[in-house]
């Protein structure tokens, strides 16, 4: 390469690191230098908040990611307790979109989630407790409501599949699916410009939740499929 090609090309600032990874990673710290153990309680909300000068939000965030990895859990009234050793090489799994090309990136997640959604809301459907039900159904009841307002589902739709996610009483299924939320959050602010995309999949959503109400595993896994083949089609469709 030439003096006058590496003239052109310029070296760019590092972003700043997300605060959500800040936090996890301060937090984990402190959870080895404290040597907390199973069954300890960590701090409160308002004393992390202070201590790591961040947002509620941004606390609360970080308490569900530990809880997806199923190492910590949130006791109403109590407070957030530790359920297993952490430490800032706690598993994690990061995923990359490439969000140039966000079509192309959402039909791979797409390819994906054929496999892991399937299985998850067929193990759902097994497993599935009336809390478990409790809690589908309010986030279904909340994204119908938005999709009868605005057309389309936006994150209420997430919040749905990650409640069923929860049902299966496996923490891997919302961990993958975790992973996958910041493509989903960035593109249902606008998706393709088009107000009404999904809404041809919104119907098999409710039917999706009678199939885990009926614990009918085969129906659970069609109504999954339906979704996603729409989904599938409206992306390709929309993105021309």
Request: charged share 30%; hydrophobic share 45%; net charge neutral.
């Amino acid at each position: 390469m030439t003096a006058r090609m590496y003239a052109r090309a310029a070296i760019l600032p590092l972003p700043p690191m997300d605060r959500a990874r800040q936090v996890t990673e301060a937090l984990a710290s402190y959870i080895g230098q404290a040597n907390l153990k199973a069954g300890d309680r960590l701090p409160a909300e308002r004393e992390l908040m202070a201590a790591l000068a961040v947002g509620r939000s941004t606390i609360r965030e970080v308490i569900r990611h530990f809880q997806a990895l199923g190492v910590m859990e949130t006791r109403k009234g109590s407070g957030t307790y530790l359920l297993k050793p952490v430490t800032t090489a706690t598993i994690h799994m990061p995923l990359s979109f490439d969000a140039i090309h966000l079509r192309d990136a959402l039909l791979q997640t797409l390819e994906v989630r054929r496999g892991i959604e399937c299985e998850a809301n067929m193990v759902a459907a097994r497993r599935r407790t009336a809390s478990d039900l409790a809690t589908i159904e309010e986030k279904l009841d909340a994204m119908e409501r938005v999709h009868l307002a605005k057309g389309t589902s936006g994150p209420e739709d997430l919040a749905f599949h990650l409640a069923i996610y929860d049902a299966t009483h496996n923490p891997l299924f919302r961990q993958l699916l975790e992973q996958m939320r910041e493509a989903f959050e960035r593109f249902w602010d606008e998706p393709f410009d088009r107000p009404d995309f999904a809404r041809r999949s919104f119907p098999f959503h409710r039917t999706l939740f009678n199939a885990i109400v009926a614990q009918d595993t085969e129906a659970a896994r069609r109504e999954t499929l339906k979704i996603l083949d729409v989904v599938e089609e409206d992306i390709k469709e929309m993105s021309k």
